[in-house]
């Protein structure tokens, strides 16, 4: 057909409805925990009370067996938010800022702002010191963000009724609990809630990517006293370890995890206040998130909104007479992953198919439509959106380093094999679907040879051979 001023006058109104029409950018909210662990209703626990993570789960794709690539804040982030393994980004510890390491790459937020979003980070999202650094952005990365607002909270020094548990660990790792009366406003988790609710406000016809990271539940455990009234002290059950729990683990283990073993020399009713206080924060953290996720409904941008959620490495309970992070057990290993996108055949099912902390990026850029760098060593969870049942990775891999002390995890579908390098060499072997607790250290028994074998090489193979579809 030739075009004529009077055909294209006549396709004018179709051409305006079709701009008029066209379908909105996906918004993304990114929301991060700090050391949370699976201790959510969601994920089957007893006790716990998290209505808007399990809300949120009911809406989107809960991950079952999702892995952090290293079991600590400052490396797992780094890695989830730029894409890279901590093999690759070459940070193995706390305070260190992504540009020190890798000044080049393209951190997951900044790909946002590169395409026409407006990128806002409102708490912790890179390391945040907790709770000394609770305010600053000192770890920060810039590009990242076009806003990025770190509120300033009471922390430790919250006037409540409360109890350092463990003096004799510092700051940031004491079993410290306060509770307080009020609405909590002198808390950082609050004031970032609340600016993230502002925020949509502001921005409710622009796409947006919000990265809203909360600190709780990290130490000092500091929530509301009507959180800690939710969960009676005499309702407390410290966990069980069998007698020789800890004789077949290697002694780089027992080494790395530091001052956060050997029950950090609690008694029992100093773990009833700890468990208490624990999820009295995940209560908490879930009530502000909730917030967050009614306002989202009230501006009717849910089915315009993916919402991820993540803890960034997992945390003992007395496990293995262990408490925190800084192990290559499966309670520091695996984390909670729930991906809420709309229109997907999945949601409100479960995947156990295995996944890690690194593949977040991938699947976010792919869910939003957009190019995702070439130095991505995750892969894309978007099959698992709409095919939960999908078997998908061989392998998940997580690593944790202290000085000289190097160990290596490897989780598949049905073991765990871990290699400790360095002045204490050893290895450790489980099988999860008989011991899932990890009790039993298969790696000297005789008779598992052979498996033992298997898991060396699927540990040398790496990452690159445990893809999905591979």
């Not at 938010?81 to 901590?86: E, F, T, V």
């Not at 702002?113 to 407006?118: L, M």
């Not at 002390?405 to 290699?419: K, L, Q």
Request: aromatic share 8%; hydrophobic share 35%.
């Amino acid at each position: 057909m030739t075009l004529t001023r009077r055909t294209i006058l006549a396709a004018a109104p179709g051409l305006l409805l079709a701009k008029k029409t066209a379908k909105p950018r996906m918004n993304v909210l990114f929301v991060g925990s700090d050391d949370l662990n699976n201790s959510l209703g969601c994920y089957g626990h007893p006790i716990v009370k998290s209505p808007n993570i399990d809300a949120l789960a009911a809406r989107g794709v809960r991950f079952d067996r999702a892995y952090c690539q290293f079991p600590l804040c400052g490396p797992s982030r780094t890695s989830m938010l730029s894409g890279l393994r901590p093999e690759s980004t070459h940070i193995h510890a706390n305070s260190i800022g992504i540009r020190e390491k890798r000044p080049d790459v393209v951190t997951l937020p900044q790909l946002f702002r590169q395409n026409g979003y407006v990128s806002a980070r409102h708490g912790k999202m890179y390391h945040m010191n907790v709770p000394f650094g609770v305010g600053t952005s000192d770890f920060d990365d810039p590009q990242s963000w076009d806003v990025a607002v770190s509120p300033k909270g009471a922390e430790d020094k919250t006037e409540g009724e409360g109890r350092n548990i463990t003096p004799q660990v510092g700051s940031g790792g004491a079993m410290h609990w306060i509770n307080f009366k009020g609405d909590g406003s002198d808390q950082a988790d609050h004031n970032a809630a609340e600016l993230t609710v502002d925020y949509i406000d502001r921005n409710k016809d622009k796409p947006w990517f919000i990265g809203l990271g909360f600190v709780r539940p990290h130490v000092p455990l500091v929530a509301p006293a009507r959180f800690f009234d939710l969960y009676p002290l005499n309702q407390m059950k410290p966990v069980e370890n069998p007698p020789g729990d800890r004789d077949d683990i290697p002694a780089a283990s027992e080494k790395i995890v530091d001052l956060r073993g050997g029950d950090m020399k609690m008694n029992d009713h100093d773990k009833r206040e700890s468990l208490r206080a624990y999820y009295a924060s995940i209560s908490y953290m879930d009530s502000l998130l909730g917030r967050v996720l009614t306002h989202l409904d009230r501006l009717k941008l849910r089915e315009q909104t993916t919402v991820v959620f993540w803890g960034d490495h997992g945390w003992h309970l007395g496990e293995h007479f262990r408490w925190q992070k800084r192990s290559l057990f499966e309670e520091s290993a695996r984390v909670p992953m729930i991906v809420s996108a709309p229109g997907r055949r999945g949601n409100g099912k479960a995947s156990r198919g295995l996944v890690e902390m690194v593949d977040l990026y991938p699947t976010v850029a792919q869910l939003a439509g957009l190019t995702a760098p070439s130095h991505l060593e995750g892969q894309s969870m978007v099959p698992l959106l709409d095919s939960p049942g999908l078997a998908w990775k061989r392998a998940a891999f997580t690593e944790m380093r202290q000085q000289d002390i190097v160990g290596r995890s490897v989780r598949t579908d049905n073991y765990r094999y871990t290699r400790w390098d360095g002045p204490l060499p050893g290895e450790e072997l489980y099988d999860e679907r008989n011991d899932p607790r990890e009790f039993r250290n298969l790696a000297s028994d005789k008779s598992h040879e052979k498996l033992l074998a298997q898991m060396r090489g699927v540990l040398e193979a790496g990452w690159r051979a445990a893809r999905a579809g591979g």
